[in-house]
């Protein structure tokens, strides 16, 4: 009773008269995500990855982009996404040290930001969105659709990797029962003999998750997780 009045008084989200193009486009498709009883083996998702600035969602900006799709157990290499986004990077500013991209990258190859979330949002469309720490990149690009004027959020269903692998390889335990850095992708990458030579590349990230969530998929499987609606709460 509850889901049905929910349903009813919950209007489909509605971009702006004024939002570009690309922004209605991917909330007309929004409207029609894939049905909770949607099988896991016919789900399409799109495993992304952000290197950034910084760690502050508020003040850090994304510098590149990169996304691989999941479908049908098999992760579709040539189905994948890869952006730098132009930044004005601070003098100082250490996260090249992490990523390898340097200011001069962005600034002279990178797409506007709004020229790069139309780039993933026409990618991404209604697909699950999966990231390691998903908020975090979420929340990033969040940040971009602000600053491109769009008053609006990701509305995708999504998967976190890392809360996910907690949830499906330790059912019967407490959550707060284990050590939290044993879930970091570094740590999962060599439980599960996932390949790291593109680590800290938003596209190496990107194909490193996607080869997890396979992992991940086999697992919930045989947990009798057979739907999107019991994979994704």
Request: with cysteine; proline share 5%; hydrophobic share 40%.
């Amino acid at each position: 009773m509850a889901n049905w009045l929910h349903k009813l008084f919950t209007r489909p989200p509605q971009a702006a008269p004024h939002d570009p193009e690309f922004w209605k486009i991917y909330i007309q498709s929004i409207n029609s995500q894939p049905a909770a009883a949607t099988p896991l083996q016919d789900a399409v998702f799109v495993v992304f990855d952000t290197e950034t600035t910084g760690l502050d969602t508020k003040t850090d900006k994304v510098l590149s982009i990169g996304a691989v799709k999941v479908q049908g157990q098999q992760v579709l290499v040539q189905d994948s996404l890869e952006c730098l986004v132009h930044q004005e990077v601070e003098l100082g500013n250490k996260s090249p040290e992490v990523h390898g991209i340097l200011p001069s990258q962005v600034q002279e190859q990178g797409l506007t930001e709004q020229e790069a979330l139309q780039a993933f949002l026409y990618f991404a469309g209604n697909a699950i969105l999966v990231g390691h720490h998903v908020k975090f990149d979420t929340d990033m690009l969040n940040g971009m659709l602000r600053r491109s004027g769009i008053q609006g959020k990701l509305l995708n269903r999504s998967i976190d990797t890392a809360q996910l692998a907690q949830r499906l390889e330790r059912f019967r335990h407490s959550p707060d029962s284990f050590n939290r850095s044993d879930y970091s992708l570094d740590a999962l990458s060599q439980k599960y003999n996932l390949p790291t030579e593109a680590r800290h590349t938003a596209p190496g990230d990107a194909f490193t998750t996607a080869i997890l969530l396979l992992k991940l998929l086999a697992l919930a499987k045989k947990r009798g997780i057979k739907t999107v609606g019991e994979l994704v709460r």
